[in-house]
């Protein structure tokens, strides 16, 4: 049986350990990258601000750059398994001063992210419901609902909200690849040009730098198989297994996706309009029902999103709280489910009344919430990933392992993670899609939160010594 070890800072109660299998860890990171959302709203995007045609050629090196972190961040796991991945791996390998603002980016990072979804599902659930059924039901409205089966799964077993996010993310999935299908069938293989993948096509044509940024953004959500490895079974081989399955399967249904879009419309037909781009292949190869199913699952798809940044959210509170910064009722579990179930509710209250807070201000939930927030989760969580790669590089440099493994993996992929981060800062506004001062100074939240976390930190350090040594440490055996 799992045990959890006790720190003094606070009691440790136990996640659902040997729960979850590999399976349920792709079903659960997978739901988190949004595929269909994806396919629909940033591919375009990509094709059209990117570098056209060489976008499957960009997926391809994004999707390398992520396995080669993969690598090191899978061979620490036997070290540490600690449902605050990012915050314990980097505690681990950088210090605790490192480790405690690292937890408090992630957190911010995945509530943003997670309300980002939130204002996009409300957006196109407001849309499907009118144009199917004639009802104009309020976007806030929406998402409350949404929240409260959010709300609602989180509070059992994970693995009833892995069993959704399972469904959820097949259905989508295979809505797209019909798509993909129908688009071959029709075109011929001779429309996918092998150009895709050319160093020529990718390195002269447009902006290779907000190409990588739209890249990265697809497979924001990946790395949370670490965040469930308390929860796993057998998380030294279910956690390796199910983040190379899961960048494995994202990377190639991205390649092939975009490749198929190319193919179909080409891309000066994304650049006069991304928006309905998606759509109007999907009515001109497959059909006009099939169109309104994609409408629909892109509703299912943000919804999956969510209950997967909630998820996440949730674990990073409580890993905190038990570590004991954050407030000890926290780390309450429910007695039957072992569920995060203060945490969840905290999570929950506070996507709950960010969103809010953007509908009494008259906010549109898309143009505003959506694409703030977002920018304020990407520019995180690839800073987080960057760090993490640093990490692990130094983990295991200071215990003397070197090798592929160990150090030359982690270190390409601190140099690979920290050009996109540095894109994604230089480019901001491609990720948000506006001009506004306002919106486009959000990540200067981070500055904010890091400070604060650091003076935390050395407050603890001086007045509560026993918990900041036991900072990150607690694990499950």
Not at 370 to 389: E, F, K, P, Q, Y
Request: aromatic share 10%.
């Amino acid at each position: 049986m799992a045990t959890t070890t006790e720190t003094s800072g606070a009691r440790a109660a136990g996640l659902a350990g040997g729960t979850l299998g590999a399976g349920h860890l792709v079903f659960m990171v997978m739901a988190a990258v949004a595929p269909a959302a994806g396919a629909v709203a940033l591919i375009p995007l990509s094709i059209a601000l990117g570098v056209g045609a060489g976008t499957p050629g960009v997926f391809v090196i994004v999707a390398l750059t992520l396995l080669l972190f993969a690598i090191g961040f899978t061979r620490m796991v036997p070290y540490v398994r600690n449902a605050g991945a990012f915050y314990a791996f980097i505690t681990k390998g950088l210090g605790r001063l490192a480790g405690l603002p690292a937890a408090y980016v992630a957190l911010t990072a995945y509530l943003c992210v997670g309300t980002a979804t939130l204002g996009a599902l409300g957006f196109f659930a407001n849309l499907s419901l009118d144009q199917f059924f004639g009802i104009d039901v309020p976007w806030w409205l929406c998402c409350l609902a949404a929240m409260v089966i959010v709300g609602l799964l989180g509070w059992f077993r994970i693995t009833v909200a892995a069993g959704v996010l399972g469904v959820a993310l097949i259905a989508e999935g295979v809505a797209v690849l019909v798509l993909d299908v129908a688009i071959l069938i029709r075109q011929g293989a001779g429309a996918f040009s092998l150009e895709a993948f050319s160093p020529g096509t990718i390195l002269t044509t447009g902006s290779l730098g907000v190409a990588l940024i739209y890249g990265f953004s697809l497979f924001q959500g990946f790395e949370g198989t670490a965040i469930y490895a308390e929860e796993a079974r057998d998380p030294d081989r279910t956690v390796p297994r199910a983040t190379y399955g899961a960048v494995l399967c994202v990377g190639l249904f991205f390649v092939v996706t975009s490749w198929a879009l190319i193919a179909g419309g080409g891309v000066e037909q994304a650049g006069a309009d991304p928006g309905n781009y998606v759509f109007g292949l999907s009515t001109t190869f497959v059909g006009q029902a099939w169109t309104d199913l994609l409408q629909i699952l892109i509703v299912t798809s943000a919804f999956a999103g969510v209950l997967a940044f909630h998820n996440a959210a949730s674990r990073y509170l409580y890993a905190l709280a038990r570590d004991g910064f954050m407030p000890r009722p926290l780390t309450r579990t429910h007695p039957r489910w072992k569920s995060p179930t203060v945490a969840g509710l905290t999570s929950f209250s506070v996507m709950t009344l960010l969103m809010l807070g953007f509908a009494v201000a008259g906010l549109d939930p898309l143009i505003n919430l959506s694409t703030s927030l977002t920018g304020v989760g990407a520019v995180g969580i690839l800073s987080l990933i960057t760090v993490t790669s640093l990490a692990v590089f130094v983990f295991f440099l200071r215990r003397k392992q070197y090798g592929w493994k160990y150090t030359v993996a982690p270190a390409l992929a601190t140099v690979g993670v920290g050009t996109a981060t540095t894109l994604a800062l230089s480019n901001y506004e491609a990720i948000t899609g506006t001009t506004s001062t306002v919106i486009n100074s959000l990540p200067w939240i981070h500055l904010l939160v890091i400070a604060v976390a650091v003076a935390l930190g050395l407050w603890t350090r001086s007045r509560r010594p026993d918990v900041y040594l036991n900072m990150g440490a607690t694990r499950v055996d």
